[in-house]
């Protein structure tokens, strides 16, 4: 499954930005979605996730209260909405996709997903 991550940009502190995850081949029918950035000379961290059913989320501290992760249904791509935005969300955003055994699953850590996009970059400026 390729991945395409898209919706980054520059924006300024306080602004909202939507991301979108979307398979180019398949749907993401039974794949988990997770979503984790990078910033410049940090590590990847994990962002949020999302299960295959789409009601079970769960989001990263750093985030919580400011981001949500969401999904129509199964089929449908995954998104991340970006509000109240700090210049430490400053980052390359990728999204990643894992089938997984159960509709209700959730993943946070990035060892647990297989298929990755290519990122995409979200500048906040001060």
């Known amino acids: 499954v390729q991945l395409q991550a898209s919706g980054g940009g520059l924006v300024r502190t306080g602004d909202s930005l939507r991301l979108s995850c979307a398979p180019s081949?398949?749907?993401?029918?039974?794949?988990?979605v997770g979503w984790f950035r990078q910033a410049p000379g940090q590590e990847r961290e994990y962002v949020a996730g999302?299960?295959?059913?789409?009601?079970?989320?769960h989001h990263a501290d750093a985030v919580k209260g400011r981001f949500i992760v969401s999904r129509d249904n199964a089929k449908s791509p995954a998104y991340l909405q970006m509000n109240s935005l700090k210049p430490e969300d400053t980052a390359v955003y990728y999204c990643?996709?894992?089938?997984?055994?159960?509709?209700?699953?959730?993943?946070?850590?990035?060892?647990?997903?297989?298929?990755w996009g290519q990122g995409t970059l979200v500048t906040v400026s001060s």
């Open positions: 081949e398949r749907t993401f029918k039974t794949f988990a």
């Open positions: 999302i299960s295959w059913s789409g009601d079970k989320t």
């Open positions: 990643a996709a894992q089938e997984t055994l159960g509709p209700h699953y959730v993943y946070t850590d990035s060892s647990q997903y297989h298929y």
